[in-house]
Structures are given as C-alpha cells and as structure tokens.
C-alpha cells in the first residue's frame, strides 16, 4: 500500500521505507555503537532527506548480539533525530548471517524519489536484488 500526501505548495510526496544492515566483528558496546554509526551515516548520506520528514525507525539485530541496543546506539550517535526508535530481535535461522543488524526507516520523500539502500560490508549478500550504497 502506497500513502500519497499533497502538501500546500503543491508537491507530491509518499511513505518510504529505506533498508540498510551491517555485520559486527564481534559482540560490544564499542562495535555496535560504532557500526549502527556507520550504516545509518551511509543511509543518510546516499538519501539527502530532510530530518523533519523521516517518520519512525526499526531495527533487528540476531540473537547472538547481547551487549548493546542498536535503537540506544542509534539515538547515541544522532541525537537530534528524534523519531521513534524500535528494537526486536530476529528468530534464529539456520545458517544465516551472524552478528546482524538491520534498519528499516520509514520517511516521506517526493513521489518519484529511489531510495538508495546503505548495506556495509558482507551485509550486501543479505540482499543483492537491490540497489545499494557501495
């Protein structure tokens, strides 16, 4: 379902979710606060939204990662982006990735806009159909 809003200056915008993900070497507070940094810096830089349009941010992270909240690294490294965070974590699956994070981040952007997902690293494998940020 697509969500169209007309605004007074007469542009049309829709609801948009951006997808990005990154793998951690190892389970700390000093690589998940330094990989959530990194992955959504590489969103935000490849998507030049204005911060008063991003809605609501999601993330998963995979049960071997115990240490750290990404939503609470999140909020460490942009402070001023105040949307509602959300954390949960994913079911284990046999044989996938360990060590993951993802971000689904939901904002309102023109109506012919192409989001530009922001995959680190070995992330990229988790969906390469899409079209990412290198």
Do not use: W
């Not at 000093?30 to 969103?43: C, G, W």
């Not at 997902?117 to 988790?126: P, S």
């Amino acid at each position: 379902m697509v969500y169209l809003c007309l605004l007074e200056d007469k542009v049309e915008k829709r609801l948009y979710a951006g997808r990005a993900a990154v793998q951690l070497e190892t389970d700390s507070k000093d690589q998940m606060l330094a990989a959530v940094k990194t992955m959504a810096q590489l969103f935000f830089d490849t998507n030049p939204i204005d911060q008063h349009e991003y809605v609501s941010i999601q993330f998963t992270l995979t049960s071997d990662l115990t240490s750290f909240n990404p939503a609470t690294a999140f909020r460490a490294n942009f402070p001023t982006l105040t949307v509602p965070l959300f954390c949960a974590v994913e079911p284990p699956i046999q044989n996938s990735m360990k060590r993951m994070v993802r971000m689904l981040i939901y904002f309102y952007g023109p109506s012919d806009y192409v989001v530009k997902h922001a995959y680190v690293g070995e992330a990229a494998l988790l969906r390469p159909d899409l079209p990412h940020s290198p």
